[in-house]
């Protein structure tokens, strides 16, 4: 009940939105219309009108310019609002469950394209064929390429080209020529059509569409097999159909009696040309971007870039040689995610795959609720019953004949047969949907009279296959108990299984002496791994990709998450960093997590630094019990220790480095970066207390010794220098800064010293191993820039610009630092606030 | 159909092995040109060398293991097989053809789980699955990671905490495979 409310309240909130922009929108119209029918008067008013304003009021303070931006920010909002009403659908479980999201969308696009006729009197936004075939479409195939499951596709090709190219054709043709057939039969009354254009509105009608699959049949988990037949179908037909479309407006515009053999057999070869085309551009690119990806290492925050730029170049291109741009992106989205996923960073794989899903996601809810509003729209809806009625009917049956009839053939070939009631639910997939729409809409008036017709045909067809079809695909999917998709677990054996089976059955081919799908298989793989691997993979990420290798990486990274998962939801979060060899096991795997060799060492080292009960190290379930208790044993001990770590590292929590080029702060090196700072200064102290006369408080050090020899048992050096230090006064510094940054105008704009101070990582390790010598090397190269150095001086001279003057000071308090100073007695108040500072 | 019919006839009961393994006869008569090709010297049986002797399977990172589990009932294949081992073989794997689903499976775990288990107790232990692990996985991988991997494969599956995997553990670990559909070969004519 509640959640309708919340339901209710998002959909008024957006509907009142929407009103509101509407009837902006409204006004904007109807200015443009003005404009329109007045054009001079208009600009000359809106210049006067321009200046008049300037000469009034000088600068305006606020302007409102709707025109300034209408066309972004219309863009945006709509993206807006369709999101908006994915998000109420998607609240609702229970409606989602029963209707397909991709029915309640149009619904909703009804809903919006209601609100705006009523606002507008006049449909204002519909789908274009421009928007949609190059902004909204090539994202939803590029991620049906990308993350196209590669081996059940080509095991399938077969089957699924043969239903595609064949299939896709036989739609077109049984449809034209029914529907000519009936018109000739005078079925349908009194319409301008001819057999071509007839043929050209059946190849249009033909495909079946891969966004109204895909959101359908994502709710359906049906078996694999059947999964990728209608899907690659689905992809692969609508290359074949914008082909189609082509050479038949071709063939239309050309004019009935100029066709003759040879323009056919053209048309026949440019539909060869332009599919085969198509997909070797996508090849193209896609190993484009795979040798691309070898060589971005250094440039990983736009590393994912390349794969959508790349990825729309391959589709305009393929669109610009008049090739099938959408067997284009299918097949360098196929193509290239092997090669990436395995050039690429782990964490830039996994922005691709999201990114890719948020633009696919999102596309194609604007799709649907597009497609929705389109539908309000008075033009459009011509009627004509017969025509429309035998549409759906030829659609439908003919999409069941074809089916049927080609995998009979099919089904004489295929080693497992698709069943009966594969082949119901393939026949009742055949959804057709935007690139429909899409290409009536590009339908030419002039050439075809009968376009308004056509459109709504194809609307009505579209609305029936998603809504009805799709309400019902659930329920039939559980009548016929179609043999659904096993949740799948990865087992380490099964995966080793499966591999020595497909060795088995390429030795039985062998034996046999034939050659199979396994032999072909076994080549190709030769194939890839020689040669492909070779050229398009990192040397680093090629040797990582056996399957079974894979899954144990991947067993042993969910065991590790598990494990921290298991330790935390038993409320010590200090088992996760009670030994260094579990953090470092920890960091490890998140950082370079496709390491598995690394993380497999540290988790040896983890499993048995607390339990050494396991000659061959491994992570398992039943070891996590073991180590639980080990870490409770050491519960108590590590208490006091832990609550050092987290002292000494409260002071990092405040500091936020923003970086275009890095994504995150390395941790562990801000503490050393951290130790570091805190010995600088501690020496800087140490130095002008010297100088001044003025000891570091005794107490402090006391303290802190303890503490400090308990976490640094390495550092011996560092301990004495740090010893004025103690950690729970890093908060306090801060509030110290201010009034010493305040009194000198010069460095006001100063931060808290530790922003800027970066030490590079590399340095900074040596520096935690390293002893008095390095450091002062350091400090002799680093301090003149060190900005708490800058800002220690600066209260004591005015002019502190003077740089030869610092650099003079400045070295001397490496080791030296006694015996050349020119630093002169400070002010009074100054020395208790430079204690309590440091 | 003349020439095919009279070499059919070659094949000494071909009817009877057609109805036990539900082959066509151009099946059949393919597996006997191949066995001919394959028995170079006529010896009426085929031996391991005769199988090593293929390049393809010397190729193969298992090749040797699938030989010998081919092999190892010690019952020599002659064509017109001796016994119904080597038809319960060629069915499991070979060719299952098209009618023959029912009849594999239970055929299919022990072959599969021979590939495993070299010294034939029954059990798949931990050196026997790092031997297939070495032959498959290749020189990347480091022994360490093998063992940790073989180890692991094992705790997977073995249920009874024994470390090793007994048929009826493999058998269960696999039961979501799809072994039919995994293990079958499309027979060309």
């Known amino acids: 009940m509640l959640r309708c409310g919340y339901a209710l309240f998002w959909l008024l909130e957006s509907v009142l939105l929407i009103c509101v922009v509407s009837s902006v929108k409204g006004e904007a119209v109807v200015t443009r219309e003005g404009s329109h029918l007045k054009l001079s008067e208009s600009s000359h008013s809106n210049e006067s009108q321009h200046g008049h304003s300037s000469n009034i009021t000088g600068i305006p303070i606020i302007s409102f310019k709707w025109h300034h931006v209408e066309t972004p920010y219309l863009v945006a ?156 179908e689905s992809l692969l037909n609508d290359g074949v159909t914008v082909v189609l479309f082509n050479v038949f407006d071709a063939f239309v515009s050309l004019g009935g009696p100029k066709i003759d053999a040879a323009e056919i057999i053209k048309g026949i070869v440019s539909f060869f040309v332009v599919a085969f085309g198509g997909s070797l551009v996508g090849l193209v690119f896609g190993l484009l971007i795979s040798l691309l990806t070898r060589c971005t290492k250094n440039i990983q925050i736009i590393e994912p870039g390349f794969i959508f730029v790349l990825g729309y170049l391959s589709y305009l291109t393929a669109e610009m040689l008049s090739l099938s741009a959408i067997l284009s992106i299918v097949f360098c989205g196929m193509c290239c995610q092997k090669y990436i996923n395995a050039n690429m960073d782990e964490n830039s794989v996994q922005t691709v795959r999201y990114a890719m899903k948020a633009f696919a996601n999102g596309s194609e809810t604007i799709i649907f609720v597009f497609l929705g509003i389109s539908a309000i729209d008075k033009v459009i809806w011509v009627w004509n019953t017969g025509f429309i009625l035998l549409t759906l009917l030829f659609v439908l049956v003919y999409r069941f004949i074809g089916v049927f009839f080609l995998t009979w053939i099919l089904n004489r070939y295929r080693l497992v047969p698709l069943e009966f009631v594969d082949q119901v639910i393939m026949s009742y997939g055949g959804l057709r949907g935007a690139v429909a729409y899409g ?237 570091f700072q805190r010995t600088m200064r501690n020496r800087m102290k140490s130095f002008t207390s010297a100088k001044m006369g003025v000891k570091p408080p005794k107490t402090i050090v006391k303290h802190t010794q303890k503490e400090q020899q308990q976490k640094m048992p390495n550092g011996k050096s560092m301990d004495k220098a740090k010893t004025s230090y103690s950690g729970d006064e890093g908060p306090n510094s801060v509030s110290f800064v201010h009034p010493a940054g305040i009194e000198n105008p010069a460095f006001m704009p100063d931060l808290d010293p530790m922003d800027l101070l970066q ?75 430079d204690d309590g500072y440091v | 159909m003349g020439s095919s019919s009279s070499s059919r006839n070659k094949i000494p009961n071909a009817q009877e092995l057609m109805r036990q393994t539900g082959f066509s006869s151009a099946h059949l008569l393919r597996l006997h040109d191949r066995f001919e090709s394959l028995d170079r010297d006529n010896r009426g049986y085929l031996s391991p060398d005769d199988f ?78 790092l031997q297939v692990l070495r032959a498959m996985l290749g020189l990347q991988v480091t022994e360490e990671q093998l063992q940790s991997i073989a180890e692991r494969a094992i705790q997977e599956a073995d249920l009874d905490k024994d470390d090793a995997i007994s048929f009826d553990e493999f058998k269960k670990s696999l039961e979501k495979m799809d072994i039919d559909t995994k293990m079958s070969v499309s027979f060309l004519k």
């Open chain 1, 77 to 232: 909002f709509w993206v807006l609002v369709s999101f908006l009403g994915k998000l109420v659908i998607e609240a609702n479980h229970h409606v989602t469950s029963v209707i397909p999201e991709s029915a309640l969308l149009i619904c909703f696009g009804f809903i919006l394209g209601g609100m705006i006729w009523a606002a507008d009197k006049v449909q204002t936004f519909r789908l274009t064929p421009t928007v949609f075939f190059f902004y909204l479409l090539p994202q939803v195939i590029l991620d049906a390429g990308y993350h196209m499951p590669n081996k059940l596709f080509f095991t399938n090709l077969g089957g699924i080209l043969v239903h595609a190219v064949i299939g896709t054709c036989w739609n077109a043709a049984s449809l034209g020529l029914s529907l000519w057939g009936c018109q000739m039969g005078g079925a349908m009354g009194d319409l301008d059509i001819g057999l071509l254009q007839y043929l050209l509105f059946g190849s249009l009608m033909a495909a079946v569409d891969p966004v109204a699959v895909i959101a359908v049949f994502e709710q359906v988990h049906v078996n694999d097999v059947l999964f990728i037949m209608v899907f690659g």
């Open chain 1, 439 to 675: 290409l009536a809409v590009m339908l030419d008036e002039n050439k075809i009279k009968e376009k308004n017709l056509m459109v709504c045909t194809t609307l009505i067809v579209v609305y029936f296959t998603v809504i009805l079809q799709g309400i019902t695909m659930k329920p039939l999917v559980m009548w016929l108990k179609v043999k659904r998709a096993a949740v799948t677990e990865v087992s380490l054996l099964e995966k080793l299984t499966n591999k020595m089976f497909n060795h088995t059955l390429v030795a039985i081919e062998d034996i046999s002496g034939q050659i199979g799908h396994n032999y072909m298989r076994s080549k190709w793989k030769y194939f890839e791994e020689n040669w492909m691997s070779w050229i398009l993979m990192k040397p680093s990420a090629r040797k990582k990709q056996d399957q079974v290798f894979d899954v144990f990486h991947q067993l042993n990274l969910k065991d590790a998450m598990e494990y921290v998962t298991e330790g935390e939801r038993r409320g010590s979060l200090e088992f996760v960093r009670n030994e260094n060899s579990i953090i470092d096991f920890k960091k490890k795997s998140e950082s370079e997590s496709f390491d598995i060799n690394n993380a497999n060492m540290s988790n040896d080292h983890g499993a048995m630094s607390t339990t050494s009960r396991d000659p061959i190290p491994s992570v398992s379930l039943e070891m996590h019990e073991q180590i639980m208790k080990a870490v409770r044993e050491a519960e108590a001990i590590n208490a006091h220790h832990l609550l050092d770590q987290h002292l000494y590292k409260s002071r990092k929590q405040h500091r936020h480095r923003f970086s275009r080029s890095h994504f995150d702060i390395n941790r562990d090196e801000k503490e050393v970066q951290e130790i």
């Open chain 1, 759 to 833: 030490i590079p990582p590399w340095l900074g390790e040596s520096e935690l191993d390293s002893s008095m010598v390095a450091l002062s090397h350091r400090a002799q190269v680093d301090l003149p820039r060190t900005p708490s150095n800058l800002r220690r001086l600066a209260p004591l001279r005015i002019s502190t610009r003077s740089t030869a003057s610092f650099t003079l000071e400045n070295i001397p308090d490496t080791q030296q630092m006694d015996s050349d100073q020119l630093q002169p007695p400070p002010p009074p108040p100054r020395p208790p606030r």
């Open chain 2, 52 to 129: 090593e002797a293929l390049g393809g399977l010397a190729m193969n990172p298992i090749g040797g293991r699938i030989i010998e589990a081919f092999f190892s009932s010690g019952i020599p294949w002659t064509f017109p097989p001796l016994s119904g081992f080597w038809l319960i073989s060629v069915q499991l794997t070979e060719t299952e053809t098209k009618k023959e689903h029912s009849k594999s499976s239970p055929a299919a775990g022990p072959g599969s789980s021979n590939l495993y288990d070299l010294d034939r107790d029954g059990k798949i232990s931990r050196e026997e699955l």
